[in-house]
């Protein structure tokens, strides 16, 4: 069973460009989480998505945006990049966005550089 | 709000046993433990549920006190490979799939 892929694994962006990051979920997994990680911050969630709906969103600034689509990969999209983007993105999927079956698999994320 | 772990950081010898804990100033639904090994991502452990359901691995064992809002995590006869930092994550009643993450504890086991 194939985990949850995704790309780019690494990114080297200039500051004022946008960003799309992609996940696909391992199939079967209609919920789709991402989370900023940083040295200082820790894990941070950014929003949730089940059958391509955004249930729940984090406390980040409207430039951070995602979708999902009808097959449950999702991407997420950065606007205005600012230095402070610098991160790894993890994606994670779960079968269901809650009870016993929200043990989420993460993907090996996106080092996102701003320059 | 973000769920506080203690201790930050722990150092072990192989066989000892070392004991996480996770506390939260709101009301929980379930608690969810991860661990992450450098430069990879984190990997499911265990994940509690208010009531007492619990699902996760065999070797490793948790608690969850919803009275108290806290959690706490049990490695015992520590291995190498139980190295890493180790993340737990609360989901609030009624906001299913968002995962609040703590700081991390970051366990060293040596030989």
């Known amino acids: 069973k194939a985990g949850v892929t995704q790309t780019p694994r690494y990114l080297i962006k200039t500051r004022g460009q946008q960003v799309t990051l992609s996940c696909s979920p391992i199939s079967g997994h209609r919920s789709v989480s991402w989370y900023q990680q940083t040295p200082g911050q820790g894990l941070q969630f950014l929003f949730e998505y089940f059958s391509e709906t955004q249930r729940n969103k984090g406390n980040f600034p409207g430039r951070f945006s995602g979708r999902q689509f009808s097959n449950s990969r999702s991407e997420m999209n950065v606007s205005t990049l600012e230095l402070g983007d610098s991160a790894l993105y993890l994606c994670?999927?779960?079968?269901?966005?809650?009870?016993?079956?929200?043990?989420?698999?993460f993907g090996q994320g996106t080092r996102l550089t701003v320059v | 709000q973000q769920p506080v772990q203690s201790p930050q950081a722990v150092i072990l010898r192989e066989g000892e046993d070392a004991v996480i804990n996770c506390s939260s100033s709101?009301?929980?639904?379930?608690v969810h433990w991860y661990r992450q090994k450098h430069g990879e991502a984190p990997i499911f452990l265990m994940i509690?549920?208010?009531?007492?359901e619990q699902k996760g691995h065999d070797k490793i064992s948790a608690s969850f006190n919803e009275k108290k809002q806290q959690s706490s995590l049990y490695l015992t006869a520590s291995q190498l490979s139980y190295s890493g930092t180790y993340f737990c994550g609360t989901e609030p009643p009624g906001n299913t799939g968002k995962l609040i993450f703590g700081q991390g504890t970051t366990l060293q086991v040596k030989p």
């Open positions: 709101k009301a929980l639904y379930s």
């Open positions: 509690l549920l208010k009531g007492g």
């Open positions: 994670a999927s779960s079968l269901s966005p809650g009870g016993m079956n929200t043990e989420a698999f």
